[in-house]
């Protein structure tokens, strides 16, 4: 596993490439980070200048570094163009977990982008990590996202009552998981 800390693999799929965050992305992600409907289930204070999404992708790539986080930008591949961030955060080595973490610029939400990345992203997770959890926590509106992990048979755990506070309101946070015995079960359901 340390040796997928010394390079950030690139992970593709049919329409989509994973591949290293840079600070060369800045300005395309900074429309979608400082956009507040983009944004809405992740921060109520969105990104507010370049400089701050520059000062995020340097966190990202120290996290890295300490081997607790991948950060990926997701290209669209007919255009070339970024349209969302995807992260891998809060991995714990020892523990083989991680967390993961999506922004899918609003344009192309509800199109399908995270359903066919997760498909290349999973294999990565428990077959090339062999990490043996992965969470999903969402915000309880997010209906998009838990349709998604749903679908892809990630179990609900609980609800985490009034876990982030936007500025106006609390918000319960609903956490998903799927375990490396599970995403096994899965695949040999589907070749079957």
């Known amino acids: 596993m340390d040796n997928y800390f010394t390079e950030i693999p690139i992970l593709e799929s049919k329409h989509y490439i994973l591949r290293e965050i840079t600070l060369e992305d800045s300005k395309e992600l900074f429309d979608m980070l400082s956009n507040k409907e983009t944004m809405k289930y992740i921060t109520p204070n969105p990104v507010k ?12 790539r120290i996290r890295f570094l300490e081997k607790k986080e991948i950060p990926w930008v997701i290209i669209e591949k007919d255009s070339g163009r ?13 523990h083989r977990k991680a967390e993961m973490g999506a922004v899918i610029r ?17 294999p990565f ?17 997010n209906e998009g996202s838990r349709k ?10 609980g609800v985490l009552r009034h876990t982030d506070f936007d500025g106006e309101r609390f ?17 040999r359901l589907r070749n079957l």
């Open 171 to 187: 918000h319960d946070t609903v956490v998903y998981s799927m375990l490396r015995s599970e995403y096994l079960e899965m695949k």
């Open 148 to 157: 998604l992990l749903e679908k892809y048979r990630f179990t609900k755990e």
């Open 106 to 122: 609003e344009e192309f939400q509800r199109r399908g982008v995270m359903s066919e990345v997760i498909q290349s992203l999973l």
């Open 82 to 94: 970024v349209i969302g961030q995807f992260r891998l955060h809060k991995v714990h080595t020892w």
């Open 125 to 141: 997770v428990f077959e090339t990590l062999k990490l043996n959890r992965l969470v999903g926590d969402i915000f309880a509106e």
């Open 49 to 60: 200048s370049v400089e701050e999404v520059e000062e995020l992708i340097a966190n990202y």
